[in-house]
């Protein structure tokens, strides 16, 4: 069974830098085959791919988040982090974590999801 869990503030400032970590088991994020996602959903908006990291170490990002969004990874507690920069109130979503499975593309675990708000 694997499960991924987010975590980090519920509240950003304006400007600041939103830090949320995936802690994942039952699987190791650098095993081939898988690739380690961001999505996030805004109230009243559809989810959104932010990017993602394979097992290989490879990160790739949405077009309208690159400049802003780094995703990194500690395989010693199985974790990745998605860093964004220079939040602003449009930031504010329910940020989730995934596994893609690279071969057919599918989400196969998804974490529950965390609120976080981008208010001053």
């Known amino acids: 069974q694997v499960q991924l869990q987010e975590s980090g503030p519920d509240l950003v400032k304006p400007s600041q830098t939103l830090s949320l970590t995936c802690t994942v088991s039952?699987?190791?994020?650098?095993?081939?085959?898988?690739?380690w996602t961001w999505i996030r959903q805004a109230p009243g908006k559809g989810l959104e791919w932010m990017g993602a990291?394979?097992?290989?170490?490879?990160?790739y990002y949405s077009p309208s988040l690159e400049s802003r969004a780094s995703i990194s990874r500690d395989s010693s507690k199985n974790q990745f982090t998605l860093q964004l920069n220079s939040v602003t109130p449009e930031d504010t979503a329910v940020y989730y974590c995934?596994?893609?499975?690279?071969?057919?593309?599918?989400?196969?675990?998804w974490g529950q999801g965390t609120q976080v708000t981008v208010s001053s």
């Open positions: 995934a596994r893609r499975v690279i071969t057919n593309s599918n989400y196969d675990y």
């Open positions: 039952g699987e190791s994020i650098t095993a081939n085959g898988y690739s």
């Open positions: 990291i394979a097992y290989s170490g490879s990160t």
